[in-house]
């Protein structure tokens, strides 16, 4: 072959390249990214977990051999030789959606909460409970007591191909989103068990909200193959942490709920051979984490007790090219054309994807990237608006969650939060949050029908809660400790972030903070001092040339 | 009585004094820096150097209360009323009017009334009130609690700032006093070669003259 025919060769190879490229690119841009939940997901690499340590190979054991055609059967099969983990796992907050804060009262966990994005899963478990870990809750037939409901592999499938669809029918409008796929191959992904990856918790908790980085803003898709500077635990070049290395597991039941958090850890690595089950970064960094061999290092460790590991080590929060939603306005929801719902497209993330600004199903919507957090003290309480709390509208907002915490109380510390804000309907008569019935093929769901009355009414009709008839609509706050996303020490926040006017933690109270404009009132009296004693020296030095002696002639010394 | 060139600040007395300049320099830059007052240097840098020169000087500090007390010059700063009102007199209007200088710098009394007072404010008032009030804002995590150290710790920054800028209007007005009363430079060279214009009791020449005959010209 002679150089011409050569360099022809490579054109049209480069060009067959480039074209497949653009088709690939053009069937990725087909799939909507704002609905890619677990379901759309298929990792096409999963990622791999450095700190296996199994004795097992689950590929060899007989009881997976199959053939299984459904997930209860594969989780039969699990139990088998688990036997109890059935029992532990019902015990586990992924199973039952629900959590008592005993310190609170509260009764809190996705059965119950209402949130300012789809607002609630109750009532909606056909489409919400994908993320819940059992088969088929659909409505409150399910059956909490039977452990073959359980699904194991959610967790467990090292595949990457597991993928869950609703548990009830929708209106066609939302479910032709689930259309066109695969089969799962139950005895391939049974075969597959491992400790969960990024891959598996991300499948549910980077799409919470509704997509992608929706909910938290440090929790998305980018974490899934993270660079060192994402995150400097989960880079899969480097310590490529799984989840549960710090959300460590005992029984099936995992530390680290934001329900319930510590927020100033004082226990730190504990006794040598302790074992502390607990997702602080104190449980490995302990509780004087810098080089105190240093000035630096001192002056820093000095800080641990008022400030959050977090609020340092975290600069922005979704850096890793995928956006979260800031803003979401329902009051907008419902508009069509030609009688269908529709979407518009305008904003592009740092990843390229284009993301949903408007939805008939769900209002518009305003995202972020690279996001400040809001500061403040937080003793690890989260405190909620509850579906049967009653507020007072007039305040102009209503906070979905709130949290305590001071600078007098020694267990509080400055966090970062995402704070999200969204306009929702609430019963304006009863003054309390509603429940919308969103998803269902029948008349009343809004998705797909588009009516706040109908919905709201079957949604507190399901439920036996009182609603007045009448709705408006409500600001509404809410915030997330942003805790993942932890960049290399060298991407920390400097002093001069927060040691300056109107830094990061200006505004946050009960604290002094050298170089905050602390005393601007002593600032100006002393300005004003130094100004009069400069004048008067002005003064009296200037009286002296006019008044004064005249420099001796030097021949006269 | 006669006047001759003394030897009335030694080598350590002048060390201490330059040693001292440098870093209340040093320390007035780096910690206006820290309040905010300017931007020139980042925080970070800022507390590095404030907290080395604030080590630096207590250190000298600490050498500087040991030679006041074991050769006595802590002396030359006790409080007098002697000769103060003609020396205000003149700083107020008197050098107006061209008049001589009226204090006469004595051996063992080596700074007029007001100087003398106002160095012994310095030594008693505002140093320890920065170095105290440094010292517990250095320290503030060893005794203020978490709960209660953001209150403690604003007082504490008060203190220091306060003491600070006494020390900046010292600064500022001993500067200025430098002009008075003769040649700016008169004033300074003393201070770098130790040797000053003093009167002299006919006994104290003579002793100077027998037994230290190079503090003496």
Redesign the interface.
Known sequence: MNSTHRVTAQVLVGMLWLLSMALVHASAESSDHDMNYRLDTIVEQPSTRSDSNSTADHTKFEELKGPFNSGPEVTQACLKCHTEAGHQFMQNIHWTWEYENEKTGQTLGKKHLVNNFCTNSRGNEGMCAQCHTGYGWKDESFDFSDQNNIDCVVCHDRTGTYYKTPNSEGNKACSIMFEGKQPIQWEKVAQSAGLPARENCGGCHFYGGGGDGVKHGDLDSSLIHPDRKLDVHMDSEGLNFACTACHVTNKHVWAGSRYDMIAHDIGGTGMPGQRRDVATCESCHGDAPHDSSELEGIKLNNHVDRIACQTCHIPTFARGGVATKTDWDWRTAGKTRDGEGYKEKNYTQGNGKHRATYKSIKGSFKYGENLVPHYNWFDGQMIYTTIDTQFDASNGFININTFNGSADDPDSRIWPFKRMHTVQPYDKVNNTLVYMHLWGNDENAYWGNYDFAKAIETGMQKNDLPYSGEFDFVDTYSYWPITHMVAPSEDALSCDSCHTDKGRLEGVEGVYIPGRNETPWLDKAMLMILAATLLGILAHALVRMVFGPKPKHSGEH | MSTRLVMIYTRFERFWHWTQMALIMLLMFTGFG????H?LL???TA??LH??AALALMVLWLFAIFWHLTTGTWRHYLPTTKGLFAVIRFYAYG????ERHPYRKAYWRKHNPPQAMTYLSLKLVMFPAIWISGLAYLT??LWG???????A??IV??IH??AA?AI??FV??HL?LL?LGGPVVEHVKPMITGFDKVDLAPEEEAYLERDEPGHIR
């Open positions: 820290l309040h905010g007052t931007d980042s925080f970070k507390v590095s907290t080395v050098n107006l009017k061209g503030y995590p609690g978490a709960g209660s150290a953001g209150g710790l604003e920054a008060v700032l306060l800028f900046l209007l500022i007005i200025y002009t």
